[in-house]
């Protein structure tokens, strides 16, 4: 296997033969999260179709040919299959970007290149390699002649924004809509053609990508969403996480993620990993529990989608301790809420009081097209004293695992 | 119109600008787009024998020694940033005054403390050198190195070499490791 140092470049083909790469990542440093994202760039390095920005919101490609997955030790794992890219992208430029702190306070961040299990290249920095930069591209795969792989270990100190508008996009400061894709090429004529007028061409829109996180910090307070007018899914993703805990004498904790959900058609039901009501995306209620995580040792805790957003009536995202701890403070429990246009909600756990093990933490409505997400973060003993409170009407008997 | 060459191509610049007498080499380079230190690219130019070496230490002209020691060729400042569009810095070679001995004049940019900031051409983009006719500054030949450059920290960009009685321009875009010091001693030059 190489070692790249900044700057270093070669042609893929002296590493491999093959078109499926892998890219394992780790960043580790003092923040709590650097995120990882992936760039699918044109020929000129532009971001012009942000559907090839490939991170936690967005972690696929519409082909699949660039897929983002969670690995152990906290990587990422970027999958890549470059004969099935689209001509168009002819750039993976992958990049690290966090939120507090800066680059020259993390302890290294190393990417790997492998295909078929087999390392072929890594590259790795320090802090010392940095100073103020938030935003940081690590590895470039990109096309020029043939395809070939380089060290980057640039950034800038403004973080994703600014990277975001080193590849062209733009970065919304309130949560917008998706732009429209460009018009489908008109069917040319076959009568003479008109000479073009240098006037009436029109570029594309630049890409609009939302960054916003939204962090709603009071009992009442709601962000909105609009649901698409096309027709295509908008799943909404919740994710519970929660440190490990535990130790020598003390089981670990282990906290539930789950819903209570109304559809507009009536049905109704609770999803969560008590009694194995995981759920489903493909039949109603198109809300999925991706796991149990009995420990928190799972970097990316535990998983609800809500597929169809569209469908909901009412959803009450709930979270309890099942066991090992005795609060919620106690553990940094954390809900955050994420749709694929970079809306993000974040829920902090705050309440220490023993007794009250259960929260419901936020509430999905679908009113009027739009969906609407309220913070509840409400503490009840149980779920019963929960849904007589939101007046769902389940009946309930004591279950366990 | 100016002749745009590709890696190793060359061109006569005599019968390109008939009558040509001294010229102009322009070089330029992206600045870097990203945060942290600048690229410090510094121009330097060797006045060669035909064994490939300079004659003393006064035929390496660089921003410590901005002219050649037969006054031929003036290096006309330093830019420490590559910011503005155009040449980022030039040099000027009055032929007429290159002593017979002369068969070439090599054109290199380097890294200025390339090792020290991490810094190598794999990080340079849209570098590039041009000769212009001096007398009026119309381009005659550009060579845009759009070669991938990976950790070299110095690139011969082209040279100006005698053909008979012409002067020919000749792409090179050679990269070395090891930035200006390395590079002036394979010239023979005592640093």
């Known amino acids: ?401 | 119109m100016a002749v745009s060459l590709k890696k190793g191509g060359n061109v006569s610049l005599s019968k390109e600008a008939p009558g040509l007498s001294a010229i102009t080499i322009g070089l330029g380079w992206d600045p870097r787009a990203t945060d942290g230190k600048e690229f410090d690219l510094d121009a330097s130019a060797f006045t060669l024998k035909a064994d490939g070496k300079v004659r003393a230490d006064g035929d390496f002209i660089f921003y410590n020694n901005k002219v050649s020691s037969d006054g031929s060729v003036v290096h006309n400042g330093d830019n420490r940033t590559g910011e503005g569009a155009g040449d980022d810095e030039t040099l000027d070679i009055d032929l007429s005054k290159v002593p017979a001995e002369v068969d070439k004049v090599a054109i290199a940019v380097t890294i200025d403390e390339a090792d020290a900031r991490g810094q190598s051409f794999g990080q340079v983009g849209g570098a590039f050198i041009r000769v212009m006719n001096k007398d009026g500054g119309a381009e005659i030949a550009r060579y845009d190195l759009s070669e991938d450059y990976s950790t070299e920290t110095a690139v011969i960009f082209g040279e100006i070499y005698r053909n008979g009685a012409d002067w020919k321009f000749r792409a090179v875009g050679q990269g070395f490791a090891g930035g200006l010091a390395p590079l002036a001693r394979n010239f023979g030059v005592n640093v």
């Open chain 1, 1 to 401: 296997m190489q070692t790249f140092t900044t700057g270093q470049k070669t042609q893929l083909s002296t590493l491999t033969p093959q078109t499926n790469l892998t890219l394992t990542v780790q960043v580790t440093g003092p923040a709590s999260e650097y995120d990882l994202i992936l760039f699918g760039l044109d020929a000129a390095g532009q971001l012009s179709d942000d559907r090839y920005m490939i991170f936690f919101n967005q972690p696929r490609s519409p082909e699949g040919a660039v897929e983002m997955k969670s690995g152990a030790r906290n990587e990422k794992v970027f999958t890549v299959d470059l004969s099935r890219l689209p001509a168009s992208v002819r750039r993976l430029s992958l990049a690290s970007t966090v939120d507090s702190g800066a680059f020259n306070a993390i302890d290294h961040a190393e990417v790997t290149l492998s295909s078929s299990g087999t390392p072929l290249m890594n590259y790795r920095v320090t802090g010392r390699d940095f100073q103020q930069q938030k935003a940081v591209m690590l590895l470039d795969l990109y096309f020029k002649d043939v395809w070939r792989v380089g060290a980057v270990g640039q950034g800038f100190n403004g973080g994703l924004d600014a990277l975001v508008r080193h590849f062209g996009g733009t970065v919304a400061d309130t949560p917008a809509a998706r732009p429209p894709s460009p018009p489908p090429p008109t069917p040319t004529p076959a009568a003479p053609r008109p000479a073009p007028t240098p006037a009436a061409i029109s570029t594309p829109p630049a890409p609009t990508i939302n960054l916003g996180k939204i962090t709603l910090d009071k009992q009442g307070q709601s962000a909105k969403i609009s649901l698409r007018k096309d027709g295509q899914k908008d799943p909404i993703s919740v994710n519970l996480n929660w440190d490990k805990g535990g130790g020598f004498l003390r089981a670990s904790a282990d906290l539930d993620l789950g819903c209570m959900f109304v559809m507009q058609d009536g049905q109704k039901g609770v999803i969560q990993a008590l009694g194995n009501s995981f759920g489903s995306d493909r039949f109603e209620p198109f809300i999925l529990l991706d796991k149990d995580d009995r420990s928190g040792a799972s970097s990316d805790g535990e998983n609800l989608v809500i597929s169809r957003p569209d469908l909901i009536h009412t959803v009450v995202i709930f979270a309890f301790i099942y066991q090992g701890t005795s609060d919620f403070t106690k553990v940094n429990a954390r809900l955050t809420m994420k749709d694929p246009r970079g809306n993000e909600i974040t829920v902090q756990l705050s309440n220490p009081d023993m007794r009250r093990t259960f929260c419901a933490i936020a509430s999905i409505e679908n009113v009027g097209g739009e969906v609407k997400i309220t913070k509840e973060e409400r503490y009840f003993k149980d779920h019963q004293e929960a849904d007589q409170h939101f007046g769902f009407s389940f009946r309930w008997s004591a279950g366990s695992k």
